[in-house]
């Protein structure tokens, strides 16, 4: 009953939340037949931990596992040692420091403002900081995208994280609106509201032809007089008495 925890990888800021998810998915499913097993605690958990960082340590633990009676030595020490063995390879005991860390970096790449709030607040909890504290609004606000941001602290001004939140939510909302309106009317919008195109020449008609200049009018083959043109109009020329 209920939907499986994650799958643990070995990240130390995510082994609280994992051993979390599984207690609270043992706890839902006590009532079921076998979930009350130590051993088939630590099976089931065994069996939500993959990949490369993981591997060396669930074949040691599974090998352990496999020494055990299952009617003998199926008792609650199991499960706790499992746990207590777990805390010592995967929680990180500088975790804390490290969600600190993380979150003086966390920023949001729009219009991922969902994905934002979910990891800020992640690392937030795992921090120990206080969600109506300075340093929240602080971090929070700090990793906005500018124009995010100037909507965020307009008036009036957010007291709580959760309004800050929510109207962090608004913005992106409503950026997303007008440059969907704006792709609407003008479909050739490009990015920083060029138009694709701009520089291009106009498209000519096949039937379109040269308007026509002195020397074609004047001159058909394109020479002849064309010389004597450009020189009686150039400055300073001075032109001779005609010949009889």
């Known amino acids: 009953m209920g939907g499986l925890p994650q799958i643990f990888s ?3 800021l995510l082994a609280d939340d994992f051993i979390e998810e599984v207690k609270g998915y ?12 130590p051993i088939k605690k630590v099976a089931l958990t065994l069996t939500l931990m993959k990949g490369p960082q993981v591997a060396g340590w ?9 020494t055990l009676d299952p009617i003998l030595n199926n008792i609650p020490d199991v499960w706790d040692q ?3 063995k777990f805390s010592q390879q995967y929680q990180d005991s500088q975790r804390e420091n490290r969600a600190r860390g993380e979150i003086e970096w966390c920023t949001m790449k729009f219009p991922e403002i969902d994905d934002y709030i979910a990891r800020f607040e992640d690392l937030s909890h795992i921090a120990g900081y206080n969600a109506n504290s300075g340093t929240v609004f602080q ?15 307009t008036s009036p001004t957010p007291t709580t994280y959760t309004n800050l ?15 969907n309106i704006l792709r609407a009317h003008n ?8 138009n694709r195109g701009v520089f291009n020449t106009f498209p000519q008609p096949n039937n379109f032809q040269r308007p026509q200049t002195f020397f074609s009018q ?27």
């Open 82 to 84: 499992f746990l207590f």
């Open 165 to 179: 939140k929510d109207k962090a939510i608004t913005a992106t909302r409503s950026k997303v609106q007008i440059n």
């Open 58 to 66: 669930t074949c040691d633990m599974g090998t352990w596992l496999d």
């Open 10 to 12: 070995g990240d130390h």
């Open 218 to 244: 004047n001159n058909q083959g394109g020479q002849g007089n064309q010389g004597g043109f450009l020189q009686q109009h150039r400055p300073g020329f001075r032109q001779g008495p005609s010949q009889p």
């Open 26 to 37: 043992l706890r839902l499913n006590q009532d079921v037949a076998g979930y009350n097993s």
């Open 139 to 153: 971090l929070f606000t700090k990793g906005l995208p500018d124009d995010i941001l100037k909507e965020v602290l």
């Open 187 to 194: 479909p050739n919008r490009g990015v920083g509201g060029f």
